[in-house]
Nanobody, 119 residues
Framework: QVQLVESGGGLVQPGGSLRLSCAAS????????MYWVREAPGKGLEWVSG????????YYAGSVAGRFTISRDNAKNTLYLQMSSLSTEDTAVYYC????????????WGKGTLVTVSS
């Protein structure tokens, strides 16, 4: 079955950096766009970033553009999110998600990894 396992979260000071990873299994990773979404305390889900199957094209929410970089290693079935210049506003649980098999939206999410930005 599809499994998405995030890792790399933790406590970081404002202005710091962190890299998240998402290990994927149970499906043909190279066939699907992949995404990062986040949920901040007391807020709803926010789409953060997306990447095409081969990684040639990437997309970002305005709130993270220029600070976050999404990438993927198809040989390792792994998705990444490099985050820099972190602020307290970036505190959230970060989830990786798989493109829906029907093409629109997302159909599987991991359990998430918590990123806390605090001094």
């Amino acid at each position: 079955q599809v499994q998405l396992v995030e890792s790399g979260g933790g406590l970081v000071q404002p202005g710091g950096s962190l890299r998240l990873s998402c290990a994927a299994s149970g499906f043909t990773f190279t066939n699907y766009w992949m995404y990062w979404v986040r949920e901040a305390p007391g807020k709803g889900l926010e789409w953060v970033s997306g990447i095409t199957t081969g990684g040639a094209s990437t997309y970002y929410a305005g709130s993270v553009a220029g600070r976050f970089t999404i990438s993927r290693d198809n040989a390792k079935n792994t998705l990444y999110l490099q985050m820099s210049s972190l602020s307290t506003e970036d505190t959230a649980v970060y989830y990786c998600a798989k493109q829906s098999a029907t093409g629109g939206g997302m159909d599987y999410w991991g359990k998430g990894t918590l990123v806390t930005v605090s001094s």
